[in-house]
């Protein structure tokens, strides 16, 4: 079985930062790509950012400049780094693991909220 868990979200003003983090634990031989996504109610889960297990990266167009994922693979960790917030960022931040064999996982998400 595997875990997600995620931290760091919370309210912050706009122009500010937050990181969070995910941690996956269990049964991992092999991880593809771990994934941040987000979601505001109403609206499907969205990309925003992913990076594989060679460190390449993909960002949402919307986050490309503020964001930065990273990823320790010792530690089966990856971070969101996310600068000069703005309130339309506000929404469930997800992490995401994708392994090369077998399932997909998901955490249970952590907010994030933009707001003066």
């Known amino acids: 079985q595997v875990q997600l868990v995620e931290s760091g979200g919370g309210l912050v003003q706009p122009g500010g930062s937050l990181r969070l983090s995910c941690a996956a634990s269990?049964?991992?031989?092999?991880?593809?790509?771990m994934d941040w996504y987000r979601q505001t109610p109403g609206k499907e889960r969205e990309s925003v950012a992913t990076?594989?297990?060679?460190?390449?990266?993909n960002y949402a167009d919307s986050v490309k400049g503020r964001f930065t994922i990273s990823r320790d693979n010792a530690k089966n960790t990856v971070h969101l780094q996310m600068n000069s917030l703005k309130p339309e960022d506000t929404a469930v931040y997800y992490c995401?693991?994708?392994?090369?064999?077998?399932?997909?996982?998901w955490g249970k998400g952590t907010l994030v909220t933009v707001s003066s």
């Open positions: 995401h693991l994708r392994l090369s064999f077998g399932p997909d996982y």
């Open positions: 269990g049964m991992i031989f092999s991880i593809r790509s």
């Open positions: 990076i594989s297990s060679t460190g390449a990266t």
